[in-house]
Each structure stands twice: as C-alpha cells, then as structure tokens.
C-alpha cells in the first residue's frame, strides 16, 4: 500500500479533460507546513519524467495542458485536450514527515480511448 | 546537460548483497541544493524511494528498508554507490537514480520549495533468483 493514494486508471477521449488525484495525509500533503507535491509522466518502457512540481509548476518543456493544484490533504493533476501521446502511467511524490523521507503514489495508468 | 547511469549485476542469487553504481555527468555533487537519489519499480509498477544523499554528504534512507541500505559517493569519479544487503526475489525490479534538487527560493517566504528528482536515469534491471 503506497502512502499516497492514486486512482488505478483514468481514461479519456482525445481532447477531453482528465483529473488524477493524489490523496495524502497529515504526515504528509496535508502536514503542517505542507508538503509539496510533484508529478511524473512515465511512458511505456522509459523511465519517469517530471511533470509538475511544486505543486503547480512545469518544467520547461512540458505543455501547459498540464496542470497541477493543491488543497490541505490532497493533489490533483489536470491534463486538458488529451492527445494520444498522453497515454501513459502518472505518479505523483511528496515529503512524509513521519517515515522522514520521500513517498510516491501507486501510479494511475491513463488510457486514451 | 545532465545524465544519470545506472550500472551493476543483472542477476543476484537470494541472501546476496547487491551493489549498484550511478554515474552523473553534467553538474557537481558538492554544489548546495543537489543530491542523488536511489529509486525502484518492482514488477506490481509502483515506484519506491529507496535512498539519498545531499551536497553535505548527508544522507537518508527508506523507513522499510533502512537496515539493508547504504548510499555513498565518489565525487572524483563523479558516482553515487548503493548497496542493498540480503537480497530476495521481492526486490526484484528496476532500479533507477535520480538527480535531486531543492525547490525554487521565494522571496515572499525566504524559503526553499521541497525537493524533487528532476532527471532521471534509464534505470538498470535486477533480478533476484538462483
């Protein structure tokens, strides 16, 4: 069991809208001081890429159809006008305060149909 | 440019001890801000923070697997070393390093934004069988 907690899948039609979120807890996104949350795209066979981080920041180079939010315990990551290009596996990744150290979510897998 | 490379066995008997190697090019080890860290997928897909260790040397390893860890680097020959004692065939997975970096300085807070792997290497493929 991942301490963050993804949807499994996710799925959409090319140019429709998805969410995936991210669930956390008190020792984690939703700690005190809050946590940042960060997003990783891993396409078939490759290893993660960064998607989003610090909540809602792209790195350079990463479409803005991809955006990220944040709210107490929970993340969410948007992607708008699905492309088949999209499809892929989404991890998102935050600091726990309890276990000290880096925690990811299970992973949702993105269909697009 | 940054690159990360992963090197080390493909194939550990069980009650091994698995040593891997990543080798980084494209920034120092020594600069503020920067870290490498050690993260694996298992065959279920989920991925797993397993280790890291910063510019000062600290270091911090997974809760679940503290006892069997160790991260060291070699910053002459520009290589962060992890090894993993009393291998199983649950660790069977790819293991992958990752270039760790401080979020951005907000001047409003005077504070830096949470850490995060921005770069990411292929990742190297262990298993665990005899």
């Known amino acids: 069991q991942s301490v963050l907690t993804q949807p499994p899948s996710v799925s959409g039609a090319p140019g429709q809208r998805v969410t995936i979120s991210c669930k956390g807890s008190?020792?984690?996104?939703?700690?005190?001081?809050?946590?940042?949350v960060h997003w990783y795209q891993q396409l078939p066979g490759t290893a993660p890429k960064l998607l989003i981080y610090g909540n809602d920041n792209r790195p350079s180079g990463v479409p803005d159809r991809f955006s990220g939010s944040k709210s107490g315990t929970s993340a969410s990551l948007v992607i708008q006008g699905l492309q088949a290009e999209d499809e892929a596996d989404y991890y998102c990744q935050s600091y726990d305060v309890d276990l000290r150290g880096s925690v990811f979510g299970g992973g949702t897998r993105l269909t697009v149909l | 440019q940054i690159t990360l490379t992963e090197s080390g066995p493909t194939l550990v008997k069980p009650t091994q001890t698995l040593t891997l190697t990543c080798t980084y090019s494209g920034f120092s080890l020594s600069t503020r801000g920067v870290g490498v860290g050690w993260i694996r997928q298992t065959p279920g897909k989920a991925l797993e923070w397993l280790a890291l260790i910063y510019w000062n040397d600290d270091k911090a390893y997974s809760a679940s697997l503290k006892t069997r860890l160790t991260i060291s680097e070699d910053t002459f020959e520009n290589q962060v070393v992890l090894t993993m004692t009393t291998m199983d065939p649950v660790d069977t997975g790819t293991y992958f390093c990752?270039?760790?970096?401080?979020?951005?300085?907000?001047?409003?807070?005077?504070?830096?934004?949470?850490?995060?792997?921005?770069?990411w290497g292929r990742g190297t493929l262990v298993t665990v069988s005899s």
């Open positions: 008190r020792s984690n996104i939703g700690a005190r001081y809050g946590y940042d």
């Open positions: 990752a270039h760790y970096r401080r979020g951005d300085f907000d001047p409003s807070t005077s504070t830096y934004g949470d850490w995060y792997f921005d770069i």
